[in-house]
């Protein structure tokens, strides 16, 4: 079995993997991916939506690819085999998937001093680069089935027979082939044979919730919007644009981070208070359009019209003008309520006089100075309480409940009340 190398790199791709390998930000990778063409000139036009070139390209490859010899990556060029990249290999050369700028490919220019994230950044195109030079990673693939009693257990197994491109990632870790085990050695089985069973255990396991956004996953899953879109006229057009263009997906997720709408932890990307409040605020009023791909797709469809002259394009603005009015009007009546929200949470329960105010870790009473001392943090037994949760623990003294997750052991949830006491103090009350 033929393991071929991966597509080259697009800037989506670029993003991607540089994200996970490195966890810089979507928008750092473009900018340093930029620089290393700009100002190094070691890279090519990195604003790419393509993982492939076409038949002109292919001389150039080959002299990047010598170019190489130069360099530390000496020891791969020696076993890379320029015939494999020509016009008719379908994994490079495509000329239908190239629109106006071919993959990010490493240049014949080597770069001299290049700052640690420049290094890191052309290290993974030169890598990607090469793996289409060297040969395809071969393999031999077990499928075992052993019958025991009544039951057939199935065992799938590899063996290594050449790394080919895989030797440029020696490094990394083998994610996508962890279901199967690898052997150093070709198995030895006789068909209908006997064997011995050594070892059994049972194993439980649950089904994990899906794994939070990091950048780059999201860069990926922007690319693919509009994939599940009803119409299928707007998907097909969606298809090739998805949610932003190559070069601006990095500034839009850039902007939800710099107006807060979203924040990363660690390579996670998490909603805030905020995000979650635009969100479910658009839903429930007449906007609901601004939050879904179909009616991205619905635009796109109409632009196209309009390209192909089969629509007007007067009465697209008309339809735009009169959209943006509306939204415009709705949009004003949302900020009065969420700056509403934010800052009111009634007056002070213990004093009955100050006003309850929200800070960055809690709420306290306005006539704090006068010496009220009502205070209520946002986390409480390890779980941050929502605006709602708060305001009820304000107004009744006691929250619905809620879900807890154990402090001792991360993996235990308990079901609970939050109640305010006399003395202020808030206090669990368990669920039967
Ligand atoms: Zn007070």
């Given at each position: 079995?033929?393991t071929?190398?991966?597509?080259?790199?697009?800037?989506?791709?670029?993003?991607?993997?540089?994200?996970?390998?490195?966890?810089y930000?979507?928008?750092?990778?473009?900018?340093?991916a930029?620089?290393?063409?700009e100002?190094?000139?070691c890279?090519?036009y990195?604003?790419?939506?393509?993982?492939?070139?076409?038949?002109?390209d292919?001389?150039?490859?080959?002299k990047?690819?010598?170019?190489?010899?130069?360099?530390e990556?000496?020891?791969?060029?020696?076993?890379?085999?320029p015939?494999?990249?020509?016009p008719n290999n379908?994994?490079?050369?495509?000329?239908?998937?190239?629109?106006?700028?071919h993959?990010?490919?490493?240049?014949d220019k080597?770069?001299?001093?290049?700052?640690?994230k420049?290094q890191?950044?052309?290290?993974l195109?030169?890598?990607?680069?090469?793996a289409?030079?060297?040969?395809p990673?071969?393999f031999e693939?077990y499928?075992?089935?052993?019958?025991v009693?009544e039951e057939?257990?199935?065992?799938?197994?590899s063996v290594?027979?050449?790394?080919?491109w895989?030797?440029?990632?020696t490094?990394?870790?083998?994610?996508?082939?962890t279901?199967d085990?690898?052997?150093?050695?070709?198995?030895?089985?006789?068909?209908?044979?006997?064997v011995?069973c050594?070892?059994?255990?049972?194993q439980?396991?649950?089904?994990?919730?899906?794994?939070?956004f990091?950048?780059?996953?999201?860069?990926?899953a922007?690319?693919?919007?509009?994939?599940?879109?009803?119409d299928?006229?707007?998907?097909e057009?969606?298809k090739?644009?998805?949610?932003?263009r190559e070069s601006?997906?990095a500034?839009l997720?850039?902007?939800?981070k710099?107006?807060k709408?979203?924040?990363?932890k660690?390579?996670s990307l998490?909603?805030?208070d905020?995000?979650?409040?635009?969100?479910e605020?658009?839903?429930?009023?007449?906007?609901?359009?601004?939050?879904?791909?179909?009616y991205?797709?619905e635009?796109e469809?109409?632009?196209?019209?309009?390209?192909?002259?089969?629509?007007?394009?007067q009465?697209?603005m008309?339809?735009v003008?009169?959209f943006?009015?509306?939204?415009?009007?709705?949009a004003?009546t949302?900020?009065?309520?969420?700056v509403?929200?934010?800052v009111?949470f009634?007056?002070?329960?213990?004093?009955?006089?100050?006003k309850?105010?929200?800070?960055?870790?809690?709420?306290g009473?306005?006539?704090w100075k006068e010496?009220?001392?009502f205070t209520?943090?946002?986390?409480?037994?390890?779980?941050?309480?929502?605006?709602a949760?708060v305001?009820?623990l304000?107004?009744?003294?006691?929250?619905?409940?809620?879900?807890?997750?154990s402090?001792?052991?991360k993996?235990?949830k308990y079901?609970?009340k939050l109640?305010l006491?006399?003395?202020w103090?808030?206090v669990?009350?368990?669920?039967?």
């Amino acid at each position: 079995m033929n393991t071929s190398a991966p597509k080259l790199y697009s800037l989506s791709l670029l993003q991607k993997d540089a994200n996970k390998k490195y966890n810089y930000s979507t928008k750092e990778i473009l900018d340093v991916a930029q620089s290393l063409y700009e100002k190094h000139h070691c890279i090519s036009y990195p604003r790419t939506s393509s993982s492939y070139v076409t038949s002109a390209d292919i001389s150039e490859m080959h002299k990047a690819f010598y170019a190489l010899q130069q360099s530390e990556y000496r020891p791969y060029v020696e076993k890379g085999i320029p015939a494999l990249v020509h016009p008719n290999n379908k994994a490079v050369c495509d000329e239908k998937k190239v629109d106006d700028h071919h993959a990010i490919l490493p240049t014949d220019k080597l770069p001299k001093e290049l700052s640690e994230k420049e290094q890191r950044i052309y290290d993974l195109i030169v890598r990607r680069f090469l793996a289409h030079f060297l040969e395809p990673a071969l393999f031999e693939k077990y499928v075992v089935y052993t019958s025991v009693l009544e039951e057939t257990f199935k065992t799938t197994a590899s063996v290594l027979l050449r790394k080919g491109w895989k030797e440029l990632y020696t490094e990394e870790k083998e994610e996508e082939e962890t279901e199967d085990e690898f052997l150093t050695q070709a198995l030895l089985l006789q068909e209908h044979g006997d064997v011995r069973c050594t070892d059994t255990k049972i194993q439980e396991q649950e089904t994990k919730p899906l794994p939070l956004f990091t950048e780059g996953t999201l860069i990926d899953a922007m690319l693919k919007a509009g994939s599940k879109v009803e119409d299928e006229e707007a998907r097909e057009l969606m298809k090739h644009t998805g949610i932003g263009r190559e070069s601006t997906r990095a500034s839009l997720i850039e902007l939800l981070k710099a107006r807060k709408y979203i924040l990363v932890k660690g390579k996670s990307l998490l909603v805030t208070d905020k995000g979650t409040f635009l969100i479910e605020t658009l839903r429930q009023k007449k906007i609901q359009t601004l939050t879904s791909a179909d009616y991205t797709g619905e635009w796109e469809k109409r632009l196209k019209m309009i390209e192909n002259q089969t629509y007007s394009p007067q009465e697209f603005m008309k339809i735009v003008r009169k959209f943006t009015e509306s939204i415009v009007a709705e949009a004003g009546t949302i900020q009065k309520t969420y700056v509403k929200e934010q800052v009111d949470f009634g007056t002070c329960p213990k004093c009955q006089k100050g006003k309850v105010l929200g800070g960055k870790k809690g709420y306290g009473c306005s006539l704090w100075k006068e010496g009220c001392t009502f205070t209520l943090w946002k986390s409480q037994y390890g779980k941050t309480l929502s605006t709602a949760q708060v305001k009820a623990l304000i107004d009744k003294k006691e929250t619905g409940v809620l879900t807890f997750t154990s402090q001792k052991k991360k993996d235990t949830k308990y079901k609970a009340k939050l109640k305010l006491t006399d003395d202020w103090k808030v206090v669990l009350e368990f669920a039967e």
